[in-house]
């Protein structure tokens, strides 16, 4: 039972343009969701964060927007750069318990 | 530089060994989390330590075991391996001030 969904296993997007990542999850006690970055034979890094009490967190090029009655996140990147072809993870926390859980990625790949 | 590094970087064993994978962190990081990363899926939890004691596991058998030693570093244990534990093990630690989770750049395990 998949508790945090990234339904797009990849997307492409022009230089320049805007990158937008969805995710969706289906526990509503989740109180914190980040988006990760991983690029091949690395580790994630952690890129940005939101809190379930707001509803934008903005970061430089970054923002992210939740919707908690949708249970939709979103990572918005502007403008979409080369360096930003990797990985993107969306990971939720509930406040129980110590563990991240992790959507399954989406493969973002900026064209020149 | 995530001050977080695992060993070996990449190894093969056979179905029914053994296999001990290591991680290090810099110091102030008393906390260890371990996770598998499957081909295509996003990091699934498998254990958390916290000043050598473990106090969070997700699901995964018995056979996966861990420590977490004096000076903070760790060990994750896979006995008697499975094709399906092939996969990319993460370790992490979160920064004492910040809490944001580094990541180590992984252990990536082929069972044969």
């Known amino acids: 039972d998949q508790q945090v969904k990234q339904n797009s296993p990849s997307l492409s997007v022009q230089e320049g343009r805007i990158s937008i990542l969805n995710c969706d999850y289906t526990?509503?006690?989740?109180?914190?969701f980040l988006w990760y970055k991983k690029y091949p034979a690395e580790g994630p890094t952690f890129l940005i964060s939101i809190s379930s009490i707001k509803d934008k967190n903005e970061d430089g090029r970054f923002t992210v927007f939740l919707n908690k009655s949708a249970k939709h996140l979103s990572l918005h990147i502007v403008p979409s750069q080369p360096g930003d072809s990797a990985v993107y993870f969306c990971a939720a926390s509930h406040p129980s318990n110590y563990q991240l859980i992790w959507g399954a990625g989406t493969k973002l790949i900026i064209k020149p | 530089e995530t001050g977080v590094t695992q060993s070996p970087t990449h190894l093969i064993k056979t179905r029914g060994q053994q296999v001990t994978l290591r991680c290090s962190s810099q110091?102030?990081?008393?906390?260890v989390s371990w996770y598998q990363q499957a081909l295509g899926q996003g990091p699934q939890f498998i254990f958390q330590y916290y000043r050598e004691e473990e106090n969070g596991r997700g699901n995964f058998p018995p056979r996966f075991s861990g420590l977490q030693f004096p000076n903070y570093s760790s060990e994750l244990n896979v006995n008697a391996l499975e094709l399906d534990d092939s996969a990319l093990y993460l370790c992490?630690?979160?920064?004492?001030?910040?809490?944001?989770?580094?990541f180590g750049e992984g252990s990536r395990l082929t069972v044969l």
């Open positions: 526990n509503s006690m989740f109180d914190y």
């Open positions: 992490a630690s979160p920064d004492g001030s910040t809490g944001e989770l580094f």
């Open positions: 110091s102030g990081h008393n906390t």
